[in-house]
């Protein structure tokens, strides 16, 4: 086989043969846009937690994330409040909000029981509303790049009565969201 080389120019080092390409070195496989793509910077991550064992999962996944990626993790506790009727034709009670000193040492034992170091944890915050929009609200507000969510696994009538929090948050988050499933192969060890 002959090639057609221009003056100065030396003979290839690797021959090939017709139909196939010689091996290339990593930096000559980049892609040339390959410096002006955006890198996505995982600084805060929002986790939602119920204190049920699929939050405690995700929280699990969460402080994977932080640690890999030197981010901070936010929990948020959502309280819905649930009327309360004495009786069929008095006033509707809202029940008692807990009281932020009782949130703050739950929070305290999951990070404790879940070996969570205090330095990943930036904020933990107990907030009112509907669970969905107390979530994506505080995204918003927090500018999560990323929320970490668990499922709760219902199926069938109970998935129609209860709703999916998870599925909600999915709809209107203002940034990507990672959904953590009760049951699935784990992905971490302990």
Same mark, same amino acid.
């Given at each position: ?36 793509? =955006? ?5 805060? #991550?929002?986790? $939602? ?6 939050? @405690? %999962? &995700?929280? *699990? ?24 009727? =004495? ?5 509707? #009670?809202?029940? $008692? ?6 949130? @703050? %040492? &739950?929070? *305290? ?82």
């Amino acid at each position: 086989m002959k090639t057609n080389l221009k003056p100065g120019t030396q003979e290839p080092s690797a021959r090939t043969r017709p139909g196939k390409v010689a091996a290339k070195s990593q930096s000559q496989l980049r892609a040339p846009n390959e410096a002006r793509q =955006p890198k996505w910077e995982l600084r805060n #991550i929002l986790v $939602p937690i119920d204190f049920s064992e699929p939050s @405690k %999962k &995700a929280l *699990r996944y969460a402080t994977y994330f932080a640690k890999q990626n030197g981010s901070k993790i936010t929990l948020l506790h959502v309280i819905e409040p649930m009327p309360i009727y =004495p009786d069929a034709a008095g006033p509707v #009670i809202m029940a $008692p909000d807990p009281s932020p000193d009782e949130a @703050k %040492k &739950a929070f *305290r034992r999951l990070c404790e029981e879940e070996h969570v170091e205090a330095s990943l944890i930036q904020k933990t915050l107990l907030w009112m509303g509907t669970p969905h929009h107390e979530i994506t609200e505080a995204a918003r507000e927090l500018e999560a790049d990323l929320i970490i969510i668990a499922t709760n696994g219902y199926a069938g009538l109970a998935h129609v009565l209860l709703g999916s929090t998870t599925e909600r948050v999915v709809r209107h988050a203002p940034c990507p969201v990672l959904v953590v499933r009760e049951k699935e192969r784990e992905f971490l060890r302990s």
